[in-house]
């Protein structure tokens, strides 16, 4: 359908084909506004030849995936697969994707003065137990 408003239900809402709203944007930075004005986030579809465009959008759009002249089912089992905001169930599928979901990040903080910078350039590690398989050497 051509010409939808943005406030349309058509827009507004999570559709499923077999339909597609075409809006019409006075520049980037409305197009950016109007997609990121929704609550659902799963996928973008970009159409230029400009790479300044298409570097803008990729940045700004607040979506779990955008496809540059693709279709968008188009993914790898390495790749993450998901949306965001509403469209998601709060992470993302694939194989490094699901990984991260049994392991658990940690932030240290250590003192930088010079005994600390010393003995980091020296190439010492600290003794961390791996969390994840304890019989797995500490790299």
Do not use: H
């Not at 993450?80 to 994707?97: A, H, Y």
Request: net charge negative; hydrophobic share 35%.
């Amino acid at each position: 359908m051509d010409y939808v408003p943005p406030e349309a239900e058509l827009v507004r809402e999570e559709t499923f084909g077999p339909v597609i709203p075409i809006l019409r944007c006075a520049d980037l930075e409305q197009l950016i506004e109007i997609s990121n004005g929704t609550p659902y986030a799963l996928s973008s579809g970009v159409c230029s030849n400009r790479f300044d465009r298409i570097g803008r959008l990729i940045e700004a759009l607040e979506v779990g995936t955008v496809n540059v002249w693709e279709v968008p089912g188009y993914r790898t089992e390495m790749s993450p697969f998901g949306g965001i905001k509403d469209s998601g169930n709060g992470f993302k599928e694939g194989v490094l994707e699901s990984l991260k979901t049994y392991t658990n990040v940690k932030t240290v903080s250590l003192p930088w003065t010079a005994g600390w910078s010393g003995w980091a350039a020296s190439g010492r590690t600290l003794p961390i137990k791996d969390q994840v398989n304890e019989s797995r050497p500490n790299p």
